[in-house]
């Protein structure tokens, strides 16, 4: 299995996006989470319903020295990765890594929801920041 897990995109303040994405667009907003690991709080959405569509997750930074402000100094708000749902992402890795495409990480890490994530430079990917998700046994948090 492979599929597009979510977007994340980078933004200032969460309270300020939602009402487009969730009021606007109608989506639902399932949860609000900080993840300490990469210097976040996200903002969860999806369609109503649908536990299996590809989600949203709005990144706002909790420190200057998060990747998300690092960003937003950079290039503004706007898409910042784009994450793939993997099985196992362990395989996924060393397959990669065997093709000359290694992650950044040397191993998994916690990130929103319980999965385990990596991520891909854009300069092994033809320009993309790629994360790699594979959910936690029994399903994502939320
Ligand atoms: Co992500």
Redesign the pocket.
Known sequence: MTAID?L?IAVAKLEEALPFWRDALGLELVAIEVVASEKVRVAILRPKGDAHAARV?LLEPTAPDSPIAKHLEKRGPGIH?V?MKVDDIAARMAALAAVGKPAMDSAPRV??GGCMVTFLHPKSTGGVLL?LSQPPAGGAHH
């Open positions: 979510h994340g997750e990765h994450a990130g929103a994360e």
